[in-house]
T-cell receptor
Framework: DTGVSQDPRHKITKRGQNVTFRCDPI?????LYWYRQTLGQGPEFLTY????????KSRLLSDRFSAERPKGSFSTLEIQRTEQGDSAMYLC????????????FGQGTRLTVV | EDKVVQSPLSLVVHEGDTVTLNCSYE??????LLWYKQEKKAPTFLFML????IEKKSGRLSSILDKKELFSILNITATQTGDSAIYLC????????????FGTGTRLKVLA
């Protein structure tokens, strides 16, 4: 499977715990995005990487959230001290840097904070 | 503030009907507009539009962009139950960095 891969697919955690999600983009894609989607809403932009550089972070991304893409390949998104309001689907997408191209999405990680 | 607005929010039709989904946008530095279909999890790509007036077509689905009036429509003819999904419109904004701004989506339900 050469698409965008996310792990885990589901995560249930207790409030206050830390969680980490992983995204493996399509191998030649330089651009990587994290989005969050709640029920009845479209995906909301969280952060963007171009290769290993994190070039933009949404104001939605509080200081409990951190994302990395250490070698310009896979990326991780960590949420510290989770809150019930963090419950959502976390989507990763990737695209090519050159040209006008579409973003390809992974299957998402559904987080439930209890 | 940049925004993408989709209408209607939801739609229920019968098989064989034709539907038109709307997407209007306000972004500072437009690059492209994209339509995605989301059934259960990952949005899957349908169309990308960059130029006004050029229709993109794939089977029973078609889409067109009007960059002067800042909107796009997605048409689905002869709807089938398998078309039931959320249809998302996104605009690629070049302000600052490249990111896609999504609308809230249109939830389409096609009844047999």
């Amino acid at each position: 499977d050469t698409g965008v891969s996310q792990d885990p697919r589901h995560k249930i955690t207790k409030r206050g715990q830390n969680v980490t999600f992983r995204c493996d983009p399509i191998s030649e894609h330089n651009r990587l995005y994290w989005y969050r989607q709640t029920l009845g809403q479209g995906p909301e932009f969280l952060t963007y990487f171009q290769n290993e550089a994190q070039l933009e972070k949404s104001r939605l991304l509080s200081d409990r959230f951190s994302a990395e893409r250490p070698k310009g390949s896979f990326s991780t998104l960590e949420i510290q001290r989770t809150e019930q309001g963090d419950s959502a689907m976390y989507l990763c997408a990737s695209s090519l840097l050159q040209g006008v191209t579409e973003a390809f999405f992974g299957q998402g990680t559904r987080l439930t904070v209890v | 503030e940049d925004k993408v607005v989709q209408s209607p929010l939801s739609l229920v039709v019968h098989e064989g009907d034709t539907v038109t989904l709307n997407c209007s946008y306000e972004v500072t530095n437009f690059r492209s507009l994209l339509w995605y279909k989301q059934e259960k999890k990952a949005p899957t790509f349908l169309f990308m539009l960059t130029s006004s007036g050029i229709e993109k077509k794939s089977g029973r689905l078609s889409s067109i962009l009007d960059k002067k009036e800042l909107f796009s429509i997605l048409n689905i003819t002869a709807t089938q139950t398998g078309d039931s999904a959320i249809y998302l419109c996104a605009v690629e904004d070049l302000s600052g960095t490249y990111k896609y701004i999504f609308g809230t989506g249109t939830r389409l339900k096609v009844l047999a």
